[in-house]
């Protein structure tokens, strides 16, 4: 710093930290989270999270509301994976009411959770893409994934909330017309996918932002309890549908899919593998389809519970979600927890923000699948010229902030 | 190189028609039995109440039929249901809980509006109005 | 120790001298009935055995008994070794709830805790980043209000 002639007796040096919060003023996004990074030049040296956006008042909700109402409820929890909350609760019940679903039915329910993971996978690659800057592939894989909200229309009625899971089976069935035309799609979706698979292992832009970004260890990742492809991607073998094999999961071709080196790049890729592992699921439940009853009669389903609790997991597209429901007799339940995989994924992280550029920021928060389509808006404070500026998620992540 | 697929797949969609489907010109395509918008036959309907407690966003209200419309006897107490559709959640609760299968379900997609909806007029039509026939019978097709 | 009929599973054999009882939630999770001050000493013991990899920790339940007069919190533990979940209850006093903060040994219970603080009044020692407000919003945090306690009032 230059010293001012005579009047000054001493000179007080104030780095340039620049405030920059990552932040979500979306009221749709399921888990918004503000990120406050303080930066020195370029690179990170302090992060800290802010919640309580969009509070879940769900759970008390909950309890004032029957079982049944709760399924919708617990729904719309998130707009993405929604027919994986549905099904982890109603599981939840049967276990309480000690009832199983019929075969059929466990086939359905596990179809729709794929086509969900096919499709949530596909938006947070295309978010990823996005950031680093590649706006045409963002475009052209929301196009193709047009076509698997098709599938899901076909299968359920709706292409995003899925009310199709209830107590003691699904809500509708596939008929021979149905299948086929499901089959079409699958058959459209399947190169579209692996093309993308080549794009992104091969491109200059997206390897050089991101390989070796983000890098987590395997003891980082059991310590702090993060969960789905981020645990996946650094070597620990952990997936719900291989713990607890709920439904149709222990009979259907599936296999975990890890990498070792446990970067930005690495949770990509494993999540391409996964899309991939979902194809051939879904592809095998087409083709094997138990016969027999799927949908039950909704006015037999007893009213009053028993008493009694269950724990259940499922595999979400972004990690192991857990539901804890617990039914005192009665209508109402006693007390519903939800443990969503964001929650640990980007509270827990924040710490492993320090020592990267601010540009990579965005990139490793995409790479963890947080809602991310809602922080769009990032507030730039220029501490020493006391400026705001409102700078996008994007043009931040091309370092132009 | 993936750069060269790229370069071809671009070229190829700067000359083909747009993937985002130009509606109201075009119709989207949507399934035939897509949940759409749905109102009770009150033809069916006995009034037992049972959608208007089960509804989880608590969009259903039961309200009396109004003087002039031919009541069938099975609905004693003449009340029928009344969905308020920007409350409705679309879920179908309603239409599987029905002990007599009253609902008639649609495919509608349209449903934004300015001003409040709600199935009265809809409802309503299905009944005989004093000599005359349902004005607008059953537009839906009746699933189960 | 436990004097109930259940056998101790082989997955808690790290732990058996804290334990007050065994039980099975459905589906098939085995809980062990602890006292609040030796959770933090049971997660140690289950960390030592299975290793830093070898287990996560995944959930954080708390509940209110209202009736009884407690509220009641289940540490849910997943060891991968074994493909079982571990669940530890315990219970503390609902005038005075005070446990032993688990943040050292997993600081995967950030979260969980922060939320029992905010939304039940649930004070975890030893963890600093404690504060209200943190879900749940302002005009309800400032009220002094615990939204999900049974006599909330939201």
Same mark, same amino acid.
């Given at each position: 710093?230059?010293?001012?002639?005579?009047?000054?007796?001493?000179?007080?040096?104030?780095?340039?930290?620049?405030?920059?919060?990552?932040?979500?003023?979306?009221?749709?996004?399921?888990?918004?989270?503000?990120?406050?990074?303080?930066?020195?030049?370029?690179?990170?040296?302090?992060?800290?999270?802010?919640?309580?956006?969009?509070?879940?008042?769900?759970?008390?909700?909950?309890?004032?509301?029957?079982?049944?109402?709760?399924?919708?409820?617990?729904?719309?929890?998130?707009?993405?994976?929604?027919?994986?909350?549905?099904?982890?609760?109603?599981?939840?019940?049967?276990?309480?009411?000690?009832?199983?679903?019929?075969?059929?039915?466990?086939?359905?329910?596990?179809?729709?959770?794929?086509?969900?993971?096919?499709?949530?996978?596909?938006?947070?690659?295309?978010?990823?893409?996005?950031?680093?800057?590649?706006?045409?592939?963002?475009?052209?894989?929301?196009?193709?994934?047009?076509?698997?909200?098709?599938?899901?229309?076909?299968?359920?009625?709706?292409?995003?909330?899925?009310?199709?899971?209830?107590?003691?089976?699904?809500?509708?069935?596939?008929?021979?017309?149905?299948?086929?035309?499901?089959?079409?799609?699958?058959?459209?979706?399947?190169?579209?996918?692996?093309?993308?698979?080549?794009?992104?292992?091969?491109?200059?832009?997206?390897?050089?932002?991101?390989?070796?970004?983000?890098?987590?260890?395997?003891?980082?990742?059991?310590?702090?309890?993060?969960?789905?492809?981020?645990?996946?991607?650094?070597?620990?073998?952990?997936?719900?549908?291989?713990?607890?094999?709920?439904?149709?999961?222990?009979?259907?071709?599936?296999?975990?899919?890890?990498?070792?080196?446990?970067?930005?790049?690495?949770?990509?890729?494993?999540?391409?593998?996964?899309?991939?592992?979902?194809?051939?699921?879904?592809?095998?439940?087409?083709?094997?389809?138990?016969?027999?009853?799927?949908?039950?009669?909704?006015?037999?389903?007893?009213?009053?519970?028993?008493?009694?609790?269950?724990?259940?997991?499922?595999?979400?597209?972004?990690?192991?979600?857990?539901?804890?429901?617990?039914?005192?007799?009665?209508?109402?339940?006693?007390?519903?927890?939800?443990?969503?995989?964001?929650?640990?994924?980007?509270?827990?992280?924040?710490?492993?923000?320090?020592?990267?550029?601010?540009?990579?920021?965005?990139?490793?928060?995409?790479?963890?699948?947080?809602?991310?389509?809602?922080?769009?808006?990032?507030?730039?404070?220029?501490?020493?010229?006391?400026?705001?500026?409102?700078?996008?998620?994007?043009?931040?992540?091309?370092?132009?902030? | 190189?993936?750069?060269?697929?790229?370069?071809?797949?671009?070229?190829?969609?700067?000359?083909?028609?747009?993937?985002?489907?130009?509606?109201?010109?075009?119709?989207?395509?949507?399934?035939?039995?897509?949940?759409?918008?749905?109102?009770?036959?009150?033809?069916?309907?006995?009034?037992?109440?049972?959608?208007?407690?089960?509804?989880?966003?608590?969009?259903?209200?039961?309200?009396?039929?109004?003087?002039?419309?031919?009541?069938?006897?099975?609905?004693?107490?003449?009340?029928?249901?009344?969905?308020?559709?920007?409350?409705?959640?679309?879920?179908?609760?309603?239409?599987?809980?029905?002990?007599?299968?009253?609902?008639?379900?649609?495919?509608?997609?349209?449903?934004?509006?300015?001003?409040?909806?709600?199935?009265?007029?809809?409802?309503?039509?299905?009944?005989?109005?004093?000599?005359?026939?349902?004005?607008?019978?059953?537009?839906?097709?009746?699933?189960? | 120790?436990?004097?109930?009929?259940?056998?101790?599973?082989?997955?808690?054999?790290?732990?058996?001298?804290?334990?007050?009882?065994?039980?099975?939630?459905?589906?098939?999770?085995?809980?062990?009935?602890?006292?609040?001050?030796?959770?933090?000493?049971?997660?140690? &013991?289950?960390? #030592?055995?299975? !290793? @830093?990899?070898?287990? +996560?920790?995944?959930?954080? %339940?708390?509940?209110?008994?209202?009736?009884?007069?407690?509220?009641?919190?289940?540490?849910?533990?997943?060891?991968?070794?074994?493909?079982?979940?571990?669940?530890?209850?315990?219970?503390?006093?609902?005038?005075?709830?005070?446990?032993?903060?688990?943040?050292?040994? &997993?600081?995967? #219970?950030?979260? !969980? @805790?922060?939320?029992? +603080?905010?939304?039940?009044? %649930?004070?975890?020692?030893?963890?600093?980043?404690?504060?209200?407000?943190?879900?749940?919003?302002?005009?309800?945090?400032?009220?002094?209000?615990?939204?999900?306690?049974?006599?909330?009032?939201?």
């Amino acid at each position: 710093m230059t010293e001012e002639v005579s009047k000054v007796d001493k000179v007080v040096e104030i780095p340039m930290t620049v405030e920059i919060p990552v932040g979500p003023q979306h009221p749709a996004v399921h888990e918004p989270i503000l990120i406050k990074v303080y930066a020195e030049g370029e690179y990170v040296v302090k992060a800290e999270a802010y919640t309580g956006y969009n509070h879940r008042g769900i759970e008390k909700l909950a309890e004032k509301k029957s079982f049944y109402q709760d399924i919708f409820l617990c729904g719309r929890v998130c707009g993405i994976c929604n027919a994986v909350h549905a099904d982890c609760y109603v599981r939840a019940l049967e276990h309480i009411l000690d009832k199983e679903p019929p075969p059929r039915a466990k086939y359905l329910r596990t179809l729709v959770m794929e086509l969900e993971r096919l499709h949530s996978h596909m938006l947070i690659l295309a978010v990823t893409a996005e950031i680093v800057g590649f706006d045409t592939l963002f475009m052209h894989m929301m196009r193709d994934r047009e076509l698997i909200m098709k599938a899901k229309e076909i299968v359920t009625g709706n292409r995003v909330l899925a009310d199709y899971i209830m107590v003691g089976g699904v809500r509708r069935d596939l008929n021979t017309e149905k299948i086929d035309k499901l089959k079409k799609i699958l058959a459209k979706v399947e190169p579209r996918i692996r093309h993308y698979w080549r794009v992104f292992e091969e491109d200059v832009t997206l390897n050089k932002r991101l390989v070796d970004v983000g890098r987590l260890t395997p003891a980082q990742v059991t310590s702090h309890g993060l969960l789905g492809p981020v645990a996946r991607a650094s070597g620990i073998a952990t997936d719900s549908r291989y713990h607890d094999a709920y439904d149709a999961y222990a009979e259907v071709p599936f296999r975990i899919v890890t990498r070792r080196e446990g970067d930005c790049m690495a949770r990509s890729l494993v999540r391409f593998e996964e899309m991939q592992v979902s194809l051939e699921i879904c592809r095998y439940i087409l083709n094997h389809l138990p016969g027999g009853e799927a949908v039950p009669d909704e006015r037999r389903l007893p009213r009053r519970f028993p008493e009694g609790e269950a724990f259940t997991t499922v595999e979400a597209p972004r990690g192991e979600l857990t539901y804890y429901v617990m039914s005192k007799g009665g209508v109402n339940p006693y007390r519903v927890k939800i443990r969503t995989p964001s929650y640990n994924n980007v509270i827990n992280t924040v710490p492993f923000y320090v020592g990267h550029t601010i540009a990579d920021v965005p990139a490793i928060l995409a790479s963890y699948d947080p809602c991310i389509s809602c922080m769009e808006r990032v507030t730039v404070i220029d501490s020493r010229r006391g400026i705001r500026r409102k700078v996008s998620m994007r043009d931040l992540a091309r370092g132009e902030a | 190189m993936a750069k060269v697929p790229l370069l071809k797949e671009v070229v190829k969609l700067i000359f083909s028609k747009p993937a985002t489907i130009q509606y109201p010109r075009e119709e989207t395509p949507v399934e035939p039995d897509a949940r759409g918008r749905q109102y009770a036959d009150l033809s069916k309907c006995i009034g037992c109440s049972l959608c208007m407690i089960e509804c989880p966003p608590k969009a259903i209200r039961m309200e009396k039929i109004p003087e002039g419309y031919e009541v069938p006897k099975r609905n004693a107490r003449k009340i029928y249901p009344v969905v308020d559709y920007f409350k409705c959640i679309y879920c179908y609760r309603c239409v599987t809980v029905c002990p007599t299968k009253a609902y008639v379900v649609t495919n509608e997609y349209r449903l934004a509006s300015d001003a409040p909806v709600n199935s009265r007029e809809l409802s309503l039509s299905t009944l005989k109005k004093a000599g005359q026939e349902p004005s607008q019978g059953k537009e839906g097709v009746n699933r189960r | 120790m436990s004097s109930d009929p259940l056998e101790i599973p082989d997955v808690l054999k790290p732990i058996e001298n804290l334990l007050k009882g065994v039980a099975i939630m459905k589906p098939g999770r085995v809980v062990a009935l602890l006292e609040s001050s030796d959770v933090v000493k049971a997660y140690v &013991a289950l960390k #030592a055995r299975y !290793g @830093e990899t070898g287990l +996560y920790f995944s959930t954080l %339940v708390a509940t209110d008994l209202k009736e009884e007069g407690k509220i009641r919190i289940d540490y849910y533990i997943n060891v991968l070794e074994k493909n079982q979940y571990v669940v530890l209850r315990t219970h503390v006093p609902r005038d005075d709830p005070r446990i032993e903060s688990l943040l050292k040994e &997993a600081p995967a #219970a950030l979260p !969980g @805790e922060c939320e029992a +603080y905010d939304l039940l009044g %649930v004070i975890f020692e030893g963890n600093p980043h404690l504060r209200r407000a943190f879900f749940v919003p302002e005009e309800v945090a400032g009220k002094g209000i615990f939204p999900l306690r049974k006599d909330a009032g939201v």
